[in-house]
Every structure is written in C-alpha cells, then in structure tokens.
C-alpha cells in the first residue's frame, strides 16, 4: 500500500506569513504533486516534479513555490500567504506519468490565513 | 481543453438502493478517465479506472462504471450502497499518452446514503 505522509495537519497563520508544507512518499515513486481543493473547483494542480530537483509548473502555481529535495521529499512554500490561499491542500504521488497512472493521496493540510 | 462536469453536487439515497452518479468529460484526445472517492478527513483513493478495452469496468467494494465515447460519459453504478459509501466521489480526467501526470477534476459528489 503506497504511503503519502504530510504535515502539519493544521496549520494557521496571518497574512503575510511564510509557510512550509511538507509531504513525503515512501514508495520510490518519481512524481510528485500538490493539489488545492476548494469548494466547487475539486482539486486543482498547483506544482508536480518527476524526480528530485525537478520542478514543473501547475494550473495554479501563483503564489506558491515548491522544491523536490530528494525522491521522497516533496514541499509546498507560501512565502507572503494571502487569505486566498486558505484551502485544503493534498500531496499525491504516481510511479509514472503516464495517463492512466494511480496516484496515492495523503491526508491533507488545512491552512487557513487570517 | 479537455474538462470534467459532474452534473449532480449532492445526492442521497437509501441504504440498500441503487446508485449512479454521473459524469462528462470533454477531451480532444484519448481519455483515462478515473473515479476517486474521498472519505471524510481523508486523502482520495481510486475506486476504479479506464483506460481500453471493454467499456464496463470494475472497481473496489462492488462499484463499477461505463464509459460511452458517444456520449462522453463516465458514470459510476452501485447496485446496492451501504452506509459506509457516504463520502465526496470524483471523476477525473487524464490526458492520455502525455507525461505531464496533469489530471482534470470534476467538482465532485457528495453521496449520502440514510439508513
């Protein structure tokens, strides 16, 4: 059963705040995502890497940067929150990413920005 | 640009009653279309996938979906819910054959299902 582990679980802080979400994976996969979900907008694709180092652009990456530190590590940065990001935020993984490759959630980061 | 809409935000049902939530995708390619269930307080988990071959495939806890590429559909049937199904379900959307891993969500249902 593939794991994918974030942190915090919750997490608040104030406009303008600097946060790091962590996600990691321990099933040697090579992709990595991180996805916002929002009410009437399902999930939304903020950044993905296909290996460590590797970065690659999102639907919605304004705002947000991320870095892929090794093949496990995966983490989201918000380096000036704004209330617009206070979302839900989910970390997946896939072996491949090719169409119809599985992709194994964690449980979600809750960030709310006051 | 390929999308997902899943026509029904909310439904309820009897336990023991059947069940189709439905789903159409628009996509200029092939499409992988998938189910994803989210239980409450936790991550998504597939339910089911397609891909080729025989339109009707099956996924975990008896639930199975048909594709129709005439009518752009991916509806997912449940002859018999439980309790348990109660959760967010989503339809996704794949653009097949890439490598960009990008996925296409719909809205998602939320299923209720009363004792």
């Known amino acids: 059963e593939a794991a994918v582990t974030q942190s915090p679980r919750n997490k608040v802080t104030v406009t303008g705040g600097n946060v790091t979400l962590s996600c990691r994976q321990t099933?040697?996969?090579?992709?990595m995502y991180w996805y916002r979900q929002d009410t009437g907008h399902g999930l939304r694709l903020i950044h993905y890497s296909y290996g460590a180092g590797n970065l690659q652009i999102g639907d919605v990456p304004d705002g947000y940067k991320a870095t892929r530190t090794t093949q496990e590590d995966f983490f989201l940065l918000l380096e000036l929150a704004s209330p617009s990001q206070t979302s839900l935020y989910f970390c997946a993984s896939s072996f491949g990413g090719w169409g119809a490759e599985t992709l194994y959630f964690g449980s979600g980061t809750r960030l709310t920005v006051l | 640009a390929q999308s997902v809409t899943q026509p029904d935000a909310r439904v309820t049902v009897s336990e023991g009653a059947s069940l189709q939530l439905r789903c159409k995708y628009s996509?200029?390619?092939?499409?992988?279309l998938f189910w994803y269930v989210q239980y409450p307080r936790q991550g998504l988990q597939l339910l089911l996938k397609y891909y080729s071959g025989d339109p009707v495939v099956q996924g975990v806890n008896g639930f199975e979906a048909e594709f129709s590429k005439s009518n752009s559909s991916f509806h997912l049937r449940k002859a018999s819910v439980h309790w348990s199904d109660s959760a967010v379900y989503f339809c996704?959307?794949?653009?097949?054959?890439?490598?960009?891993?990008?996925?296409?969500f719909g809205d998602g249902t939320v299923l209720t299902v009363k004792p």
């Open positions: 996509s200029s390619g092939t499409p992988y």
């Open positions: 996704v959307l794949s653009e097949g054959g890439t490598n960009t891993g990008k996925l296409t």
């Open positions: 099933n040697s996969h090579n992709y």
